[in-house]
């Protein structure tokens, strides 16, 4: 973890690769995946957990809507070959379906990710198999139709964005697995989430 680990403020600007964020009068240019910019508006008020990266050119904050994604996205870097633009595009992709997919050496679904080519595909499987193989469960088992579409990852970013903090999601997380483990959509999910808070 950087030196800056979250941030809390209104978001005074968004575009497709980055947004503002006004934290008493100090505006931060973080840069986030493209789905997770779609979720703000301009002045609603946001946490986003960072990362602080120091390039030849200087920082740059990468902003997550999850600790999990921060921590996932520093993971993917210690690979050769892949930077912070590459490792937030991998973290875009799901961290469970990406888990998955290098646990199982599925070599194809990792070329597909936005600036993976094969050399860089086989190196995710060969560097971090053996680190994230505890972290899926179920590795060879079947998975769920549609698990590619970051189910859990849209729930929290959907759950921040309505200004839950961290503590307070993590507090509901147990429910809203097994809920998707029995068949529950996104959308479903986001309601239980809302009721199951609105009664803590």
């Known amino acids: 973890m950087g030196m800056i680990a979250f941030l809390r403020g209104k978001i005074a600007g968004v575009n497709p690769d980055h947004v503002v964020m006004d ?55 210690t690979v050769p070959g892949i930077g912070p633009k590459v490792a937030l595009g991998v973290v875009a992709a799901g961290i469970d379906r990406v888990s998955r997919a290098v646990v199982e050496e599925d070599v194809a679904f990792l070329r597909g990710l936005s600036g993976v080519g094969r050399k860089t595909a086989d190196r995710l499987v060969v560097d971090l198999r053996d680190r994230l193989s505890g972290l899926v469960p179920d590795a060879a088992g079947p998975e769920r139709e549609g698990s590619g579409v970051r189910p859990m990852e849209d729930v929290v970013a959907a759950l921040s964005a309505l200004g839950y903090n961290e503590r307070e999601i993590q507090s509901i997380m147990p429910v809203l697995r097994r809920e998707w483990k029995e068949g529950r959509e996104p959308e479903e999910m986001i309601r239980l989430a809302l009721s199951q808070l609105a009664h803590r």
Do not use: M, N
């Open 23 to 77: 934290v008493q009068g100090v505006g931060y240019k973080v840069y986030v995946a493209p789905s997770l910019a779609a979720t703000f508006r301009l002045g609603q008020e946001a946490l986003l957990h960072t990362q602080l990266v120091w390039r030849e050119d200087g920082p740059t904050l990468y902003g997550f809507a999850d600790p999990r994604e921060r921590d996932f996205f520093v993971l993917v870097q």
